[in-house]
């Protein structure tokens, strides 16, 4: 079955950058999209934003525009997050996740149903 | 604060069920279909029931979603000790165009 493998834990100084990855095994990384998506410590989920992983373009959702960047090397199956002037508050749990599309006789809709374990950042002095 | 409203927690004994609701608007909920998601300590959410009402494979049909107007509602049936975990809904919101989340339910099976 398709994993999104994410990257180890991040202990971070306040203003450095971090660059998470998520490897799609079976390299079928362009078949979905990829879904960002933040957890803070003891919070709910929070969606960041996504990528099309057939044209590279990314859409970020408002509060993580600026300072995070979604990228791909689709030569290697992989979907990255890079999170720079790196706060305090960027302490969390950030998720990688598939995009699956369902086309129904009317209409169509999508969902997340594979998600990476999680890369835990931490940023502190 | 979430745009979509969950309570905070909700319980049951084994066996019994439990309901947990999830409100919207129009943008979202009544617009488009809703995911349920399920979260153990320290692990990954996982999909519990999608397109408002399908389960993917694998998960019991003791999970049940269910959708109205801007509301929607995940049924469990039979509480087990391992149902214990956050719920967490989901919907693509017009509005934002974007992904929401409800702030998530703590579910305990005293």
């Known amino acids: 079955q398709e994993q999104l493998v994410e990257s180890g834990s991040e202990l971070k100084k306040p203003g450095a950058s971090v660059k998470v990855s998520c490897k799609a095994s079976g390299n079928t990384l362009n078949s979905y999209a990829i879904e960002w998506v933040r957890q803070a410590p003891g919070q709910g989920l929070e969606w960041m934003g996504w990528?099309?992983?057939?044209?590279?373009?990314?859409t970020y959702a408002q509060g993580f525009r600026g300072r995070f960047v979604f990228s791909l090397d689709t030569s290697v199956s992989t979907a990255y997050l890079q999170i720079s002037s790196l706060k305090a508050e960027d302490t969390a749990v950030y998720y990688c996740?598939?995009?699956?599309?369902?086309?129904?006789?009317?209409?169509?809709?999508?969902?997340?149903?594979?998600w990476g374990k999680g890369t835990t950042v931490t940023v502190s002095s | 604060q979430s745009v979509l409203t969950q309570p905070p927690s909700a319980s049951g004994t084994p066996g019994q069920g439990v309901t947990i609701s999830c409100s919207g608007s129009t943008s979202n909920i009544g617009s488009n279909y809703v995911h349920w998601y399920y979260q153990l300590p320290g692990s990954a959410p996982k999909l519990l029931i999608y397109g408002n009402n399908q389960w993917p494979s694998g998960v019991p049909d003791r999970f049940s979603g269910s959708k109205s107007g801007t509301s929607a509602s995940l049924a469990i049936s039979g509480l087990r000790s391992e149902d214990e975990a956050d719920y967490y809904c989901?919907?693509?919101?017009?509005?934002?165009?974007?992904?929401?989340f409800g702030g998530g339910t703590k579910l305990t099976v005293l």
């Open positions: 990528i099309n992983t057939n044209t590279g373009n990314p």
């Open positions: 996740a598939r995009r699956t599309t369902v086309t129904t006789s009317r209409d169509y809709y999508y969902y997340m149903d594979v």
């Open positions: 989901a919907v693509w919101d017009d509005s934002l165009s974007g992904w929401v």
